[in-house]
């Protein structure tokens, strides 16, 4: 049996904990959070739906080194659910203690610095593998699919979403994660491969509508910023073109694009009135209890394009996956698929399965490895090729 450890209570590291209780062969899941009753609150809830007394909370702040080092002395792998500053840090630390370690991650810069620190972790004899979750992360390992299975890939075009099953007017879109990192995914540049090579390309740009089954229909989908990690660097000169866009509902990119054009997304301060003001923080205050309705009914979407040649034949690839929210776990769909990918990370490192050293999504182990096991947590994905 093995030992695992959640840094961080919230969401997806909630989720992350029931995947380890059910399909981790887990001795002890360790819930660590700073606020003690946010940590309790959420170990009671997961031992009362796996009916154990595995989940154990436990009050560390997680800049408190010491401490942490004293308490994962044991642990077989580490998730950490904090905000992604944090992640280089307790990469350190994990190594030190000889604990695999996965992230959530959300900023490419702070991922690369980890995967610098490669051959500590294969001398430790840990996989740490940064950056897991919905995008990036399981969308990397379904294009990691692709890659085992053709001969050339030419394209890959991969679209991800979080929406609400129910929109509501004028907005049509639920926050599930802090408008922050929403607001950035929708600023600067994202990095995609063009014509074999790694380029900058402005976000809120190329847009085009994609058609899904009933209910959703037509979504529309633009070029956002990080969705793919550092994955266009590992395949420059090995693909022709590599994407990655977000859909939403009809409507949404025409009101942001709107927004970013007006200058509010941006963190420098400007005058107003004889006041200093920065305008992403008015942005965020007036937008964010507009859509935070509560209302957890939602769906995640991960949806691949590709072509390719296979056995001497060119071949088209389409991999969709459309999940909801769990009415039994009360876990959003945005919980599932971005915590148990981090959790069927976890395991198979506590397992020894995934590749020694600090590596990428899809270097640490094959995705048809991924695919089935997200098939065996009851994720539908289907593949077809024509």
Not at 15 to 30: C, H, P, Q, R, T
Not at 259 to 283: A, C, H, M, Q, W
Request: glycine share 8%; with cysteine; hydrophobic share 40%.
């Amino acid at each position: 049996m093995f030992k695992y450890a959640i840094i961080g209570s919230g969401k997806q590291g909630t989720a992350s904990a029931y995947d380890l209780i059910k399909f981790g062969n887990a001795e002890k899941v360790l819930l660590i959070d700073n606020d003690l009753k946010a940590a309790e609150k959420s170990a009671k809830k997961l031992n009362k739906l796996t009916n154990s007394k595995v989940c154990v909370p436990l009050k560390i702040n997680v800049k408190n080194k010491e401490e942490l080092l004293q308490n994962l002395t044991d642990i077989d792998s580490i998730i950490s659910g904090v905000p992604y500053y944090f992640n280089l840090e307790l990469t350190k630390i994990a190594i030190q203690v000889g604990a695999n370690f996965f992230d959530f991650g959300g900023n490419t810069d702070v991922v690369k610095s980890q995967l610098s620190l490669n051959n500590l972790a294969k001398e430790n004899n840990i996989s740490v593998v940064p950056d897991c979750g919905m995008d990036p992360g399981m969308n990397i390992s379904f294009i990691q699919y692709l890659f085992e299975n053709y001969d050339e890939l030419i394209t890959v075009k991969s679209y991800g979403a979080g929406l609400m099953q129910f929109p509501k007017a004028p907005w049509n879109y639920e926050l599930s994660f802090h408008i922050n990192g929403l607001t950035n995914e929708y600023y600067g540049d994202a990095l995609f491969i063009r014509k074999g090579k790694v380029v900058e390309v402005p976000t809120l740009t190329d847009y085009e509508i994609l058609e899904f089954p009933k209910p959703l229909g037509k979504l529309e989908a633009v070029v956002t910023s990080g969705g793919l990690s550092t994955l266009p660097y590992e395949l420059e000169e090995k693909v022709e073109t590599l994407e990655n866009k977000t859909l939403r509902y009809l409507g949404h990119w025409g009101k942001f694009k709107a927004f970013k054009e007006l200058g509010l997304f941006e963190e420098t301060s400007i005058n107003v009135n004889g006041k200093d003001v920065v305008p992403r923080e008015v942005y965020h205050h007036l937008l964010t209890p507009k859509i935070t309705s509560g209302d957890n009914r939602d769906l995640g979407i991960i949806k691949i394009l590709a072509n390719g040649i296979k056995d001497g034949k060119e071949v088209k690839t389409t991999i969709e996956l459309i999940d909801y929210f769990d009415e039994v776990t009360g876990f959003t769909a945005m919980q599932r698929l971005t915590g148990w990918h981090a959790s069927t990370m976890a395991i198979l490192a506590a397992e020894n399965k995934i590749t020694k050293g600090a590596v990428s999504v899809s270097k640490a182990i094959s995705g048809k490895v991924i695919i089935d096991e997200l098939i065996k947590r009851g994720i539908k994905i289907i593949i077809s090729e024509n």
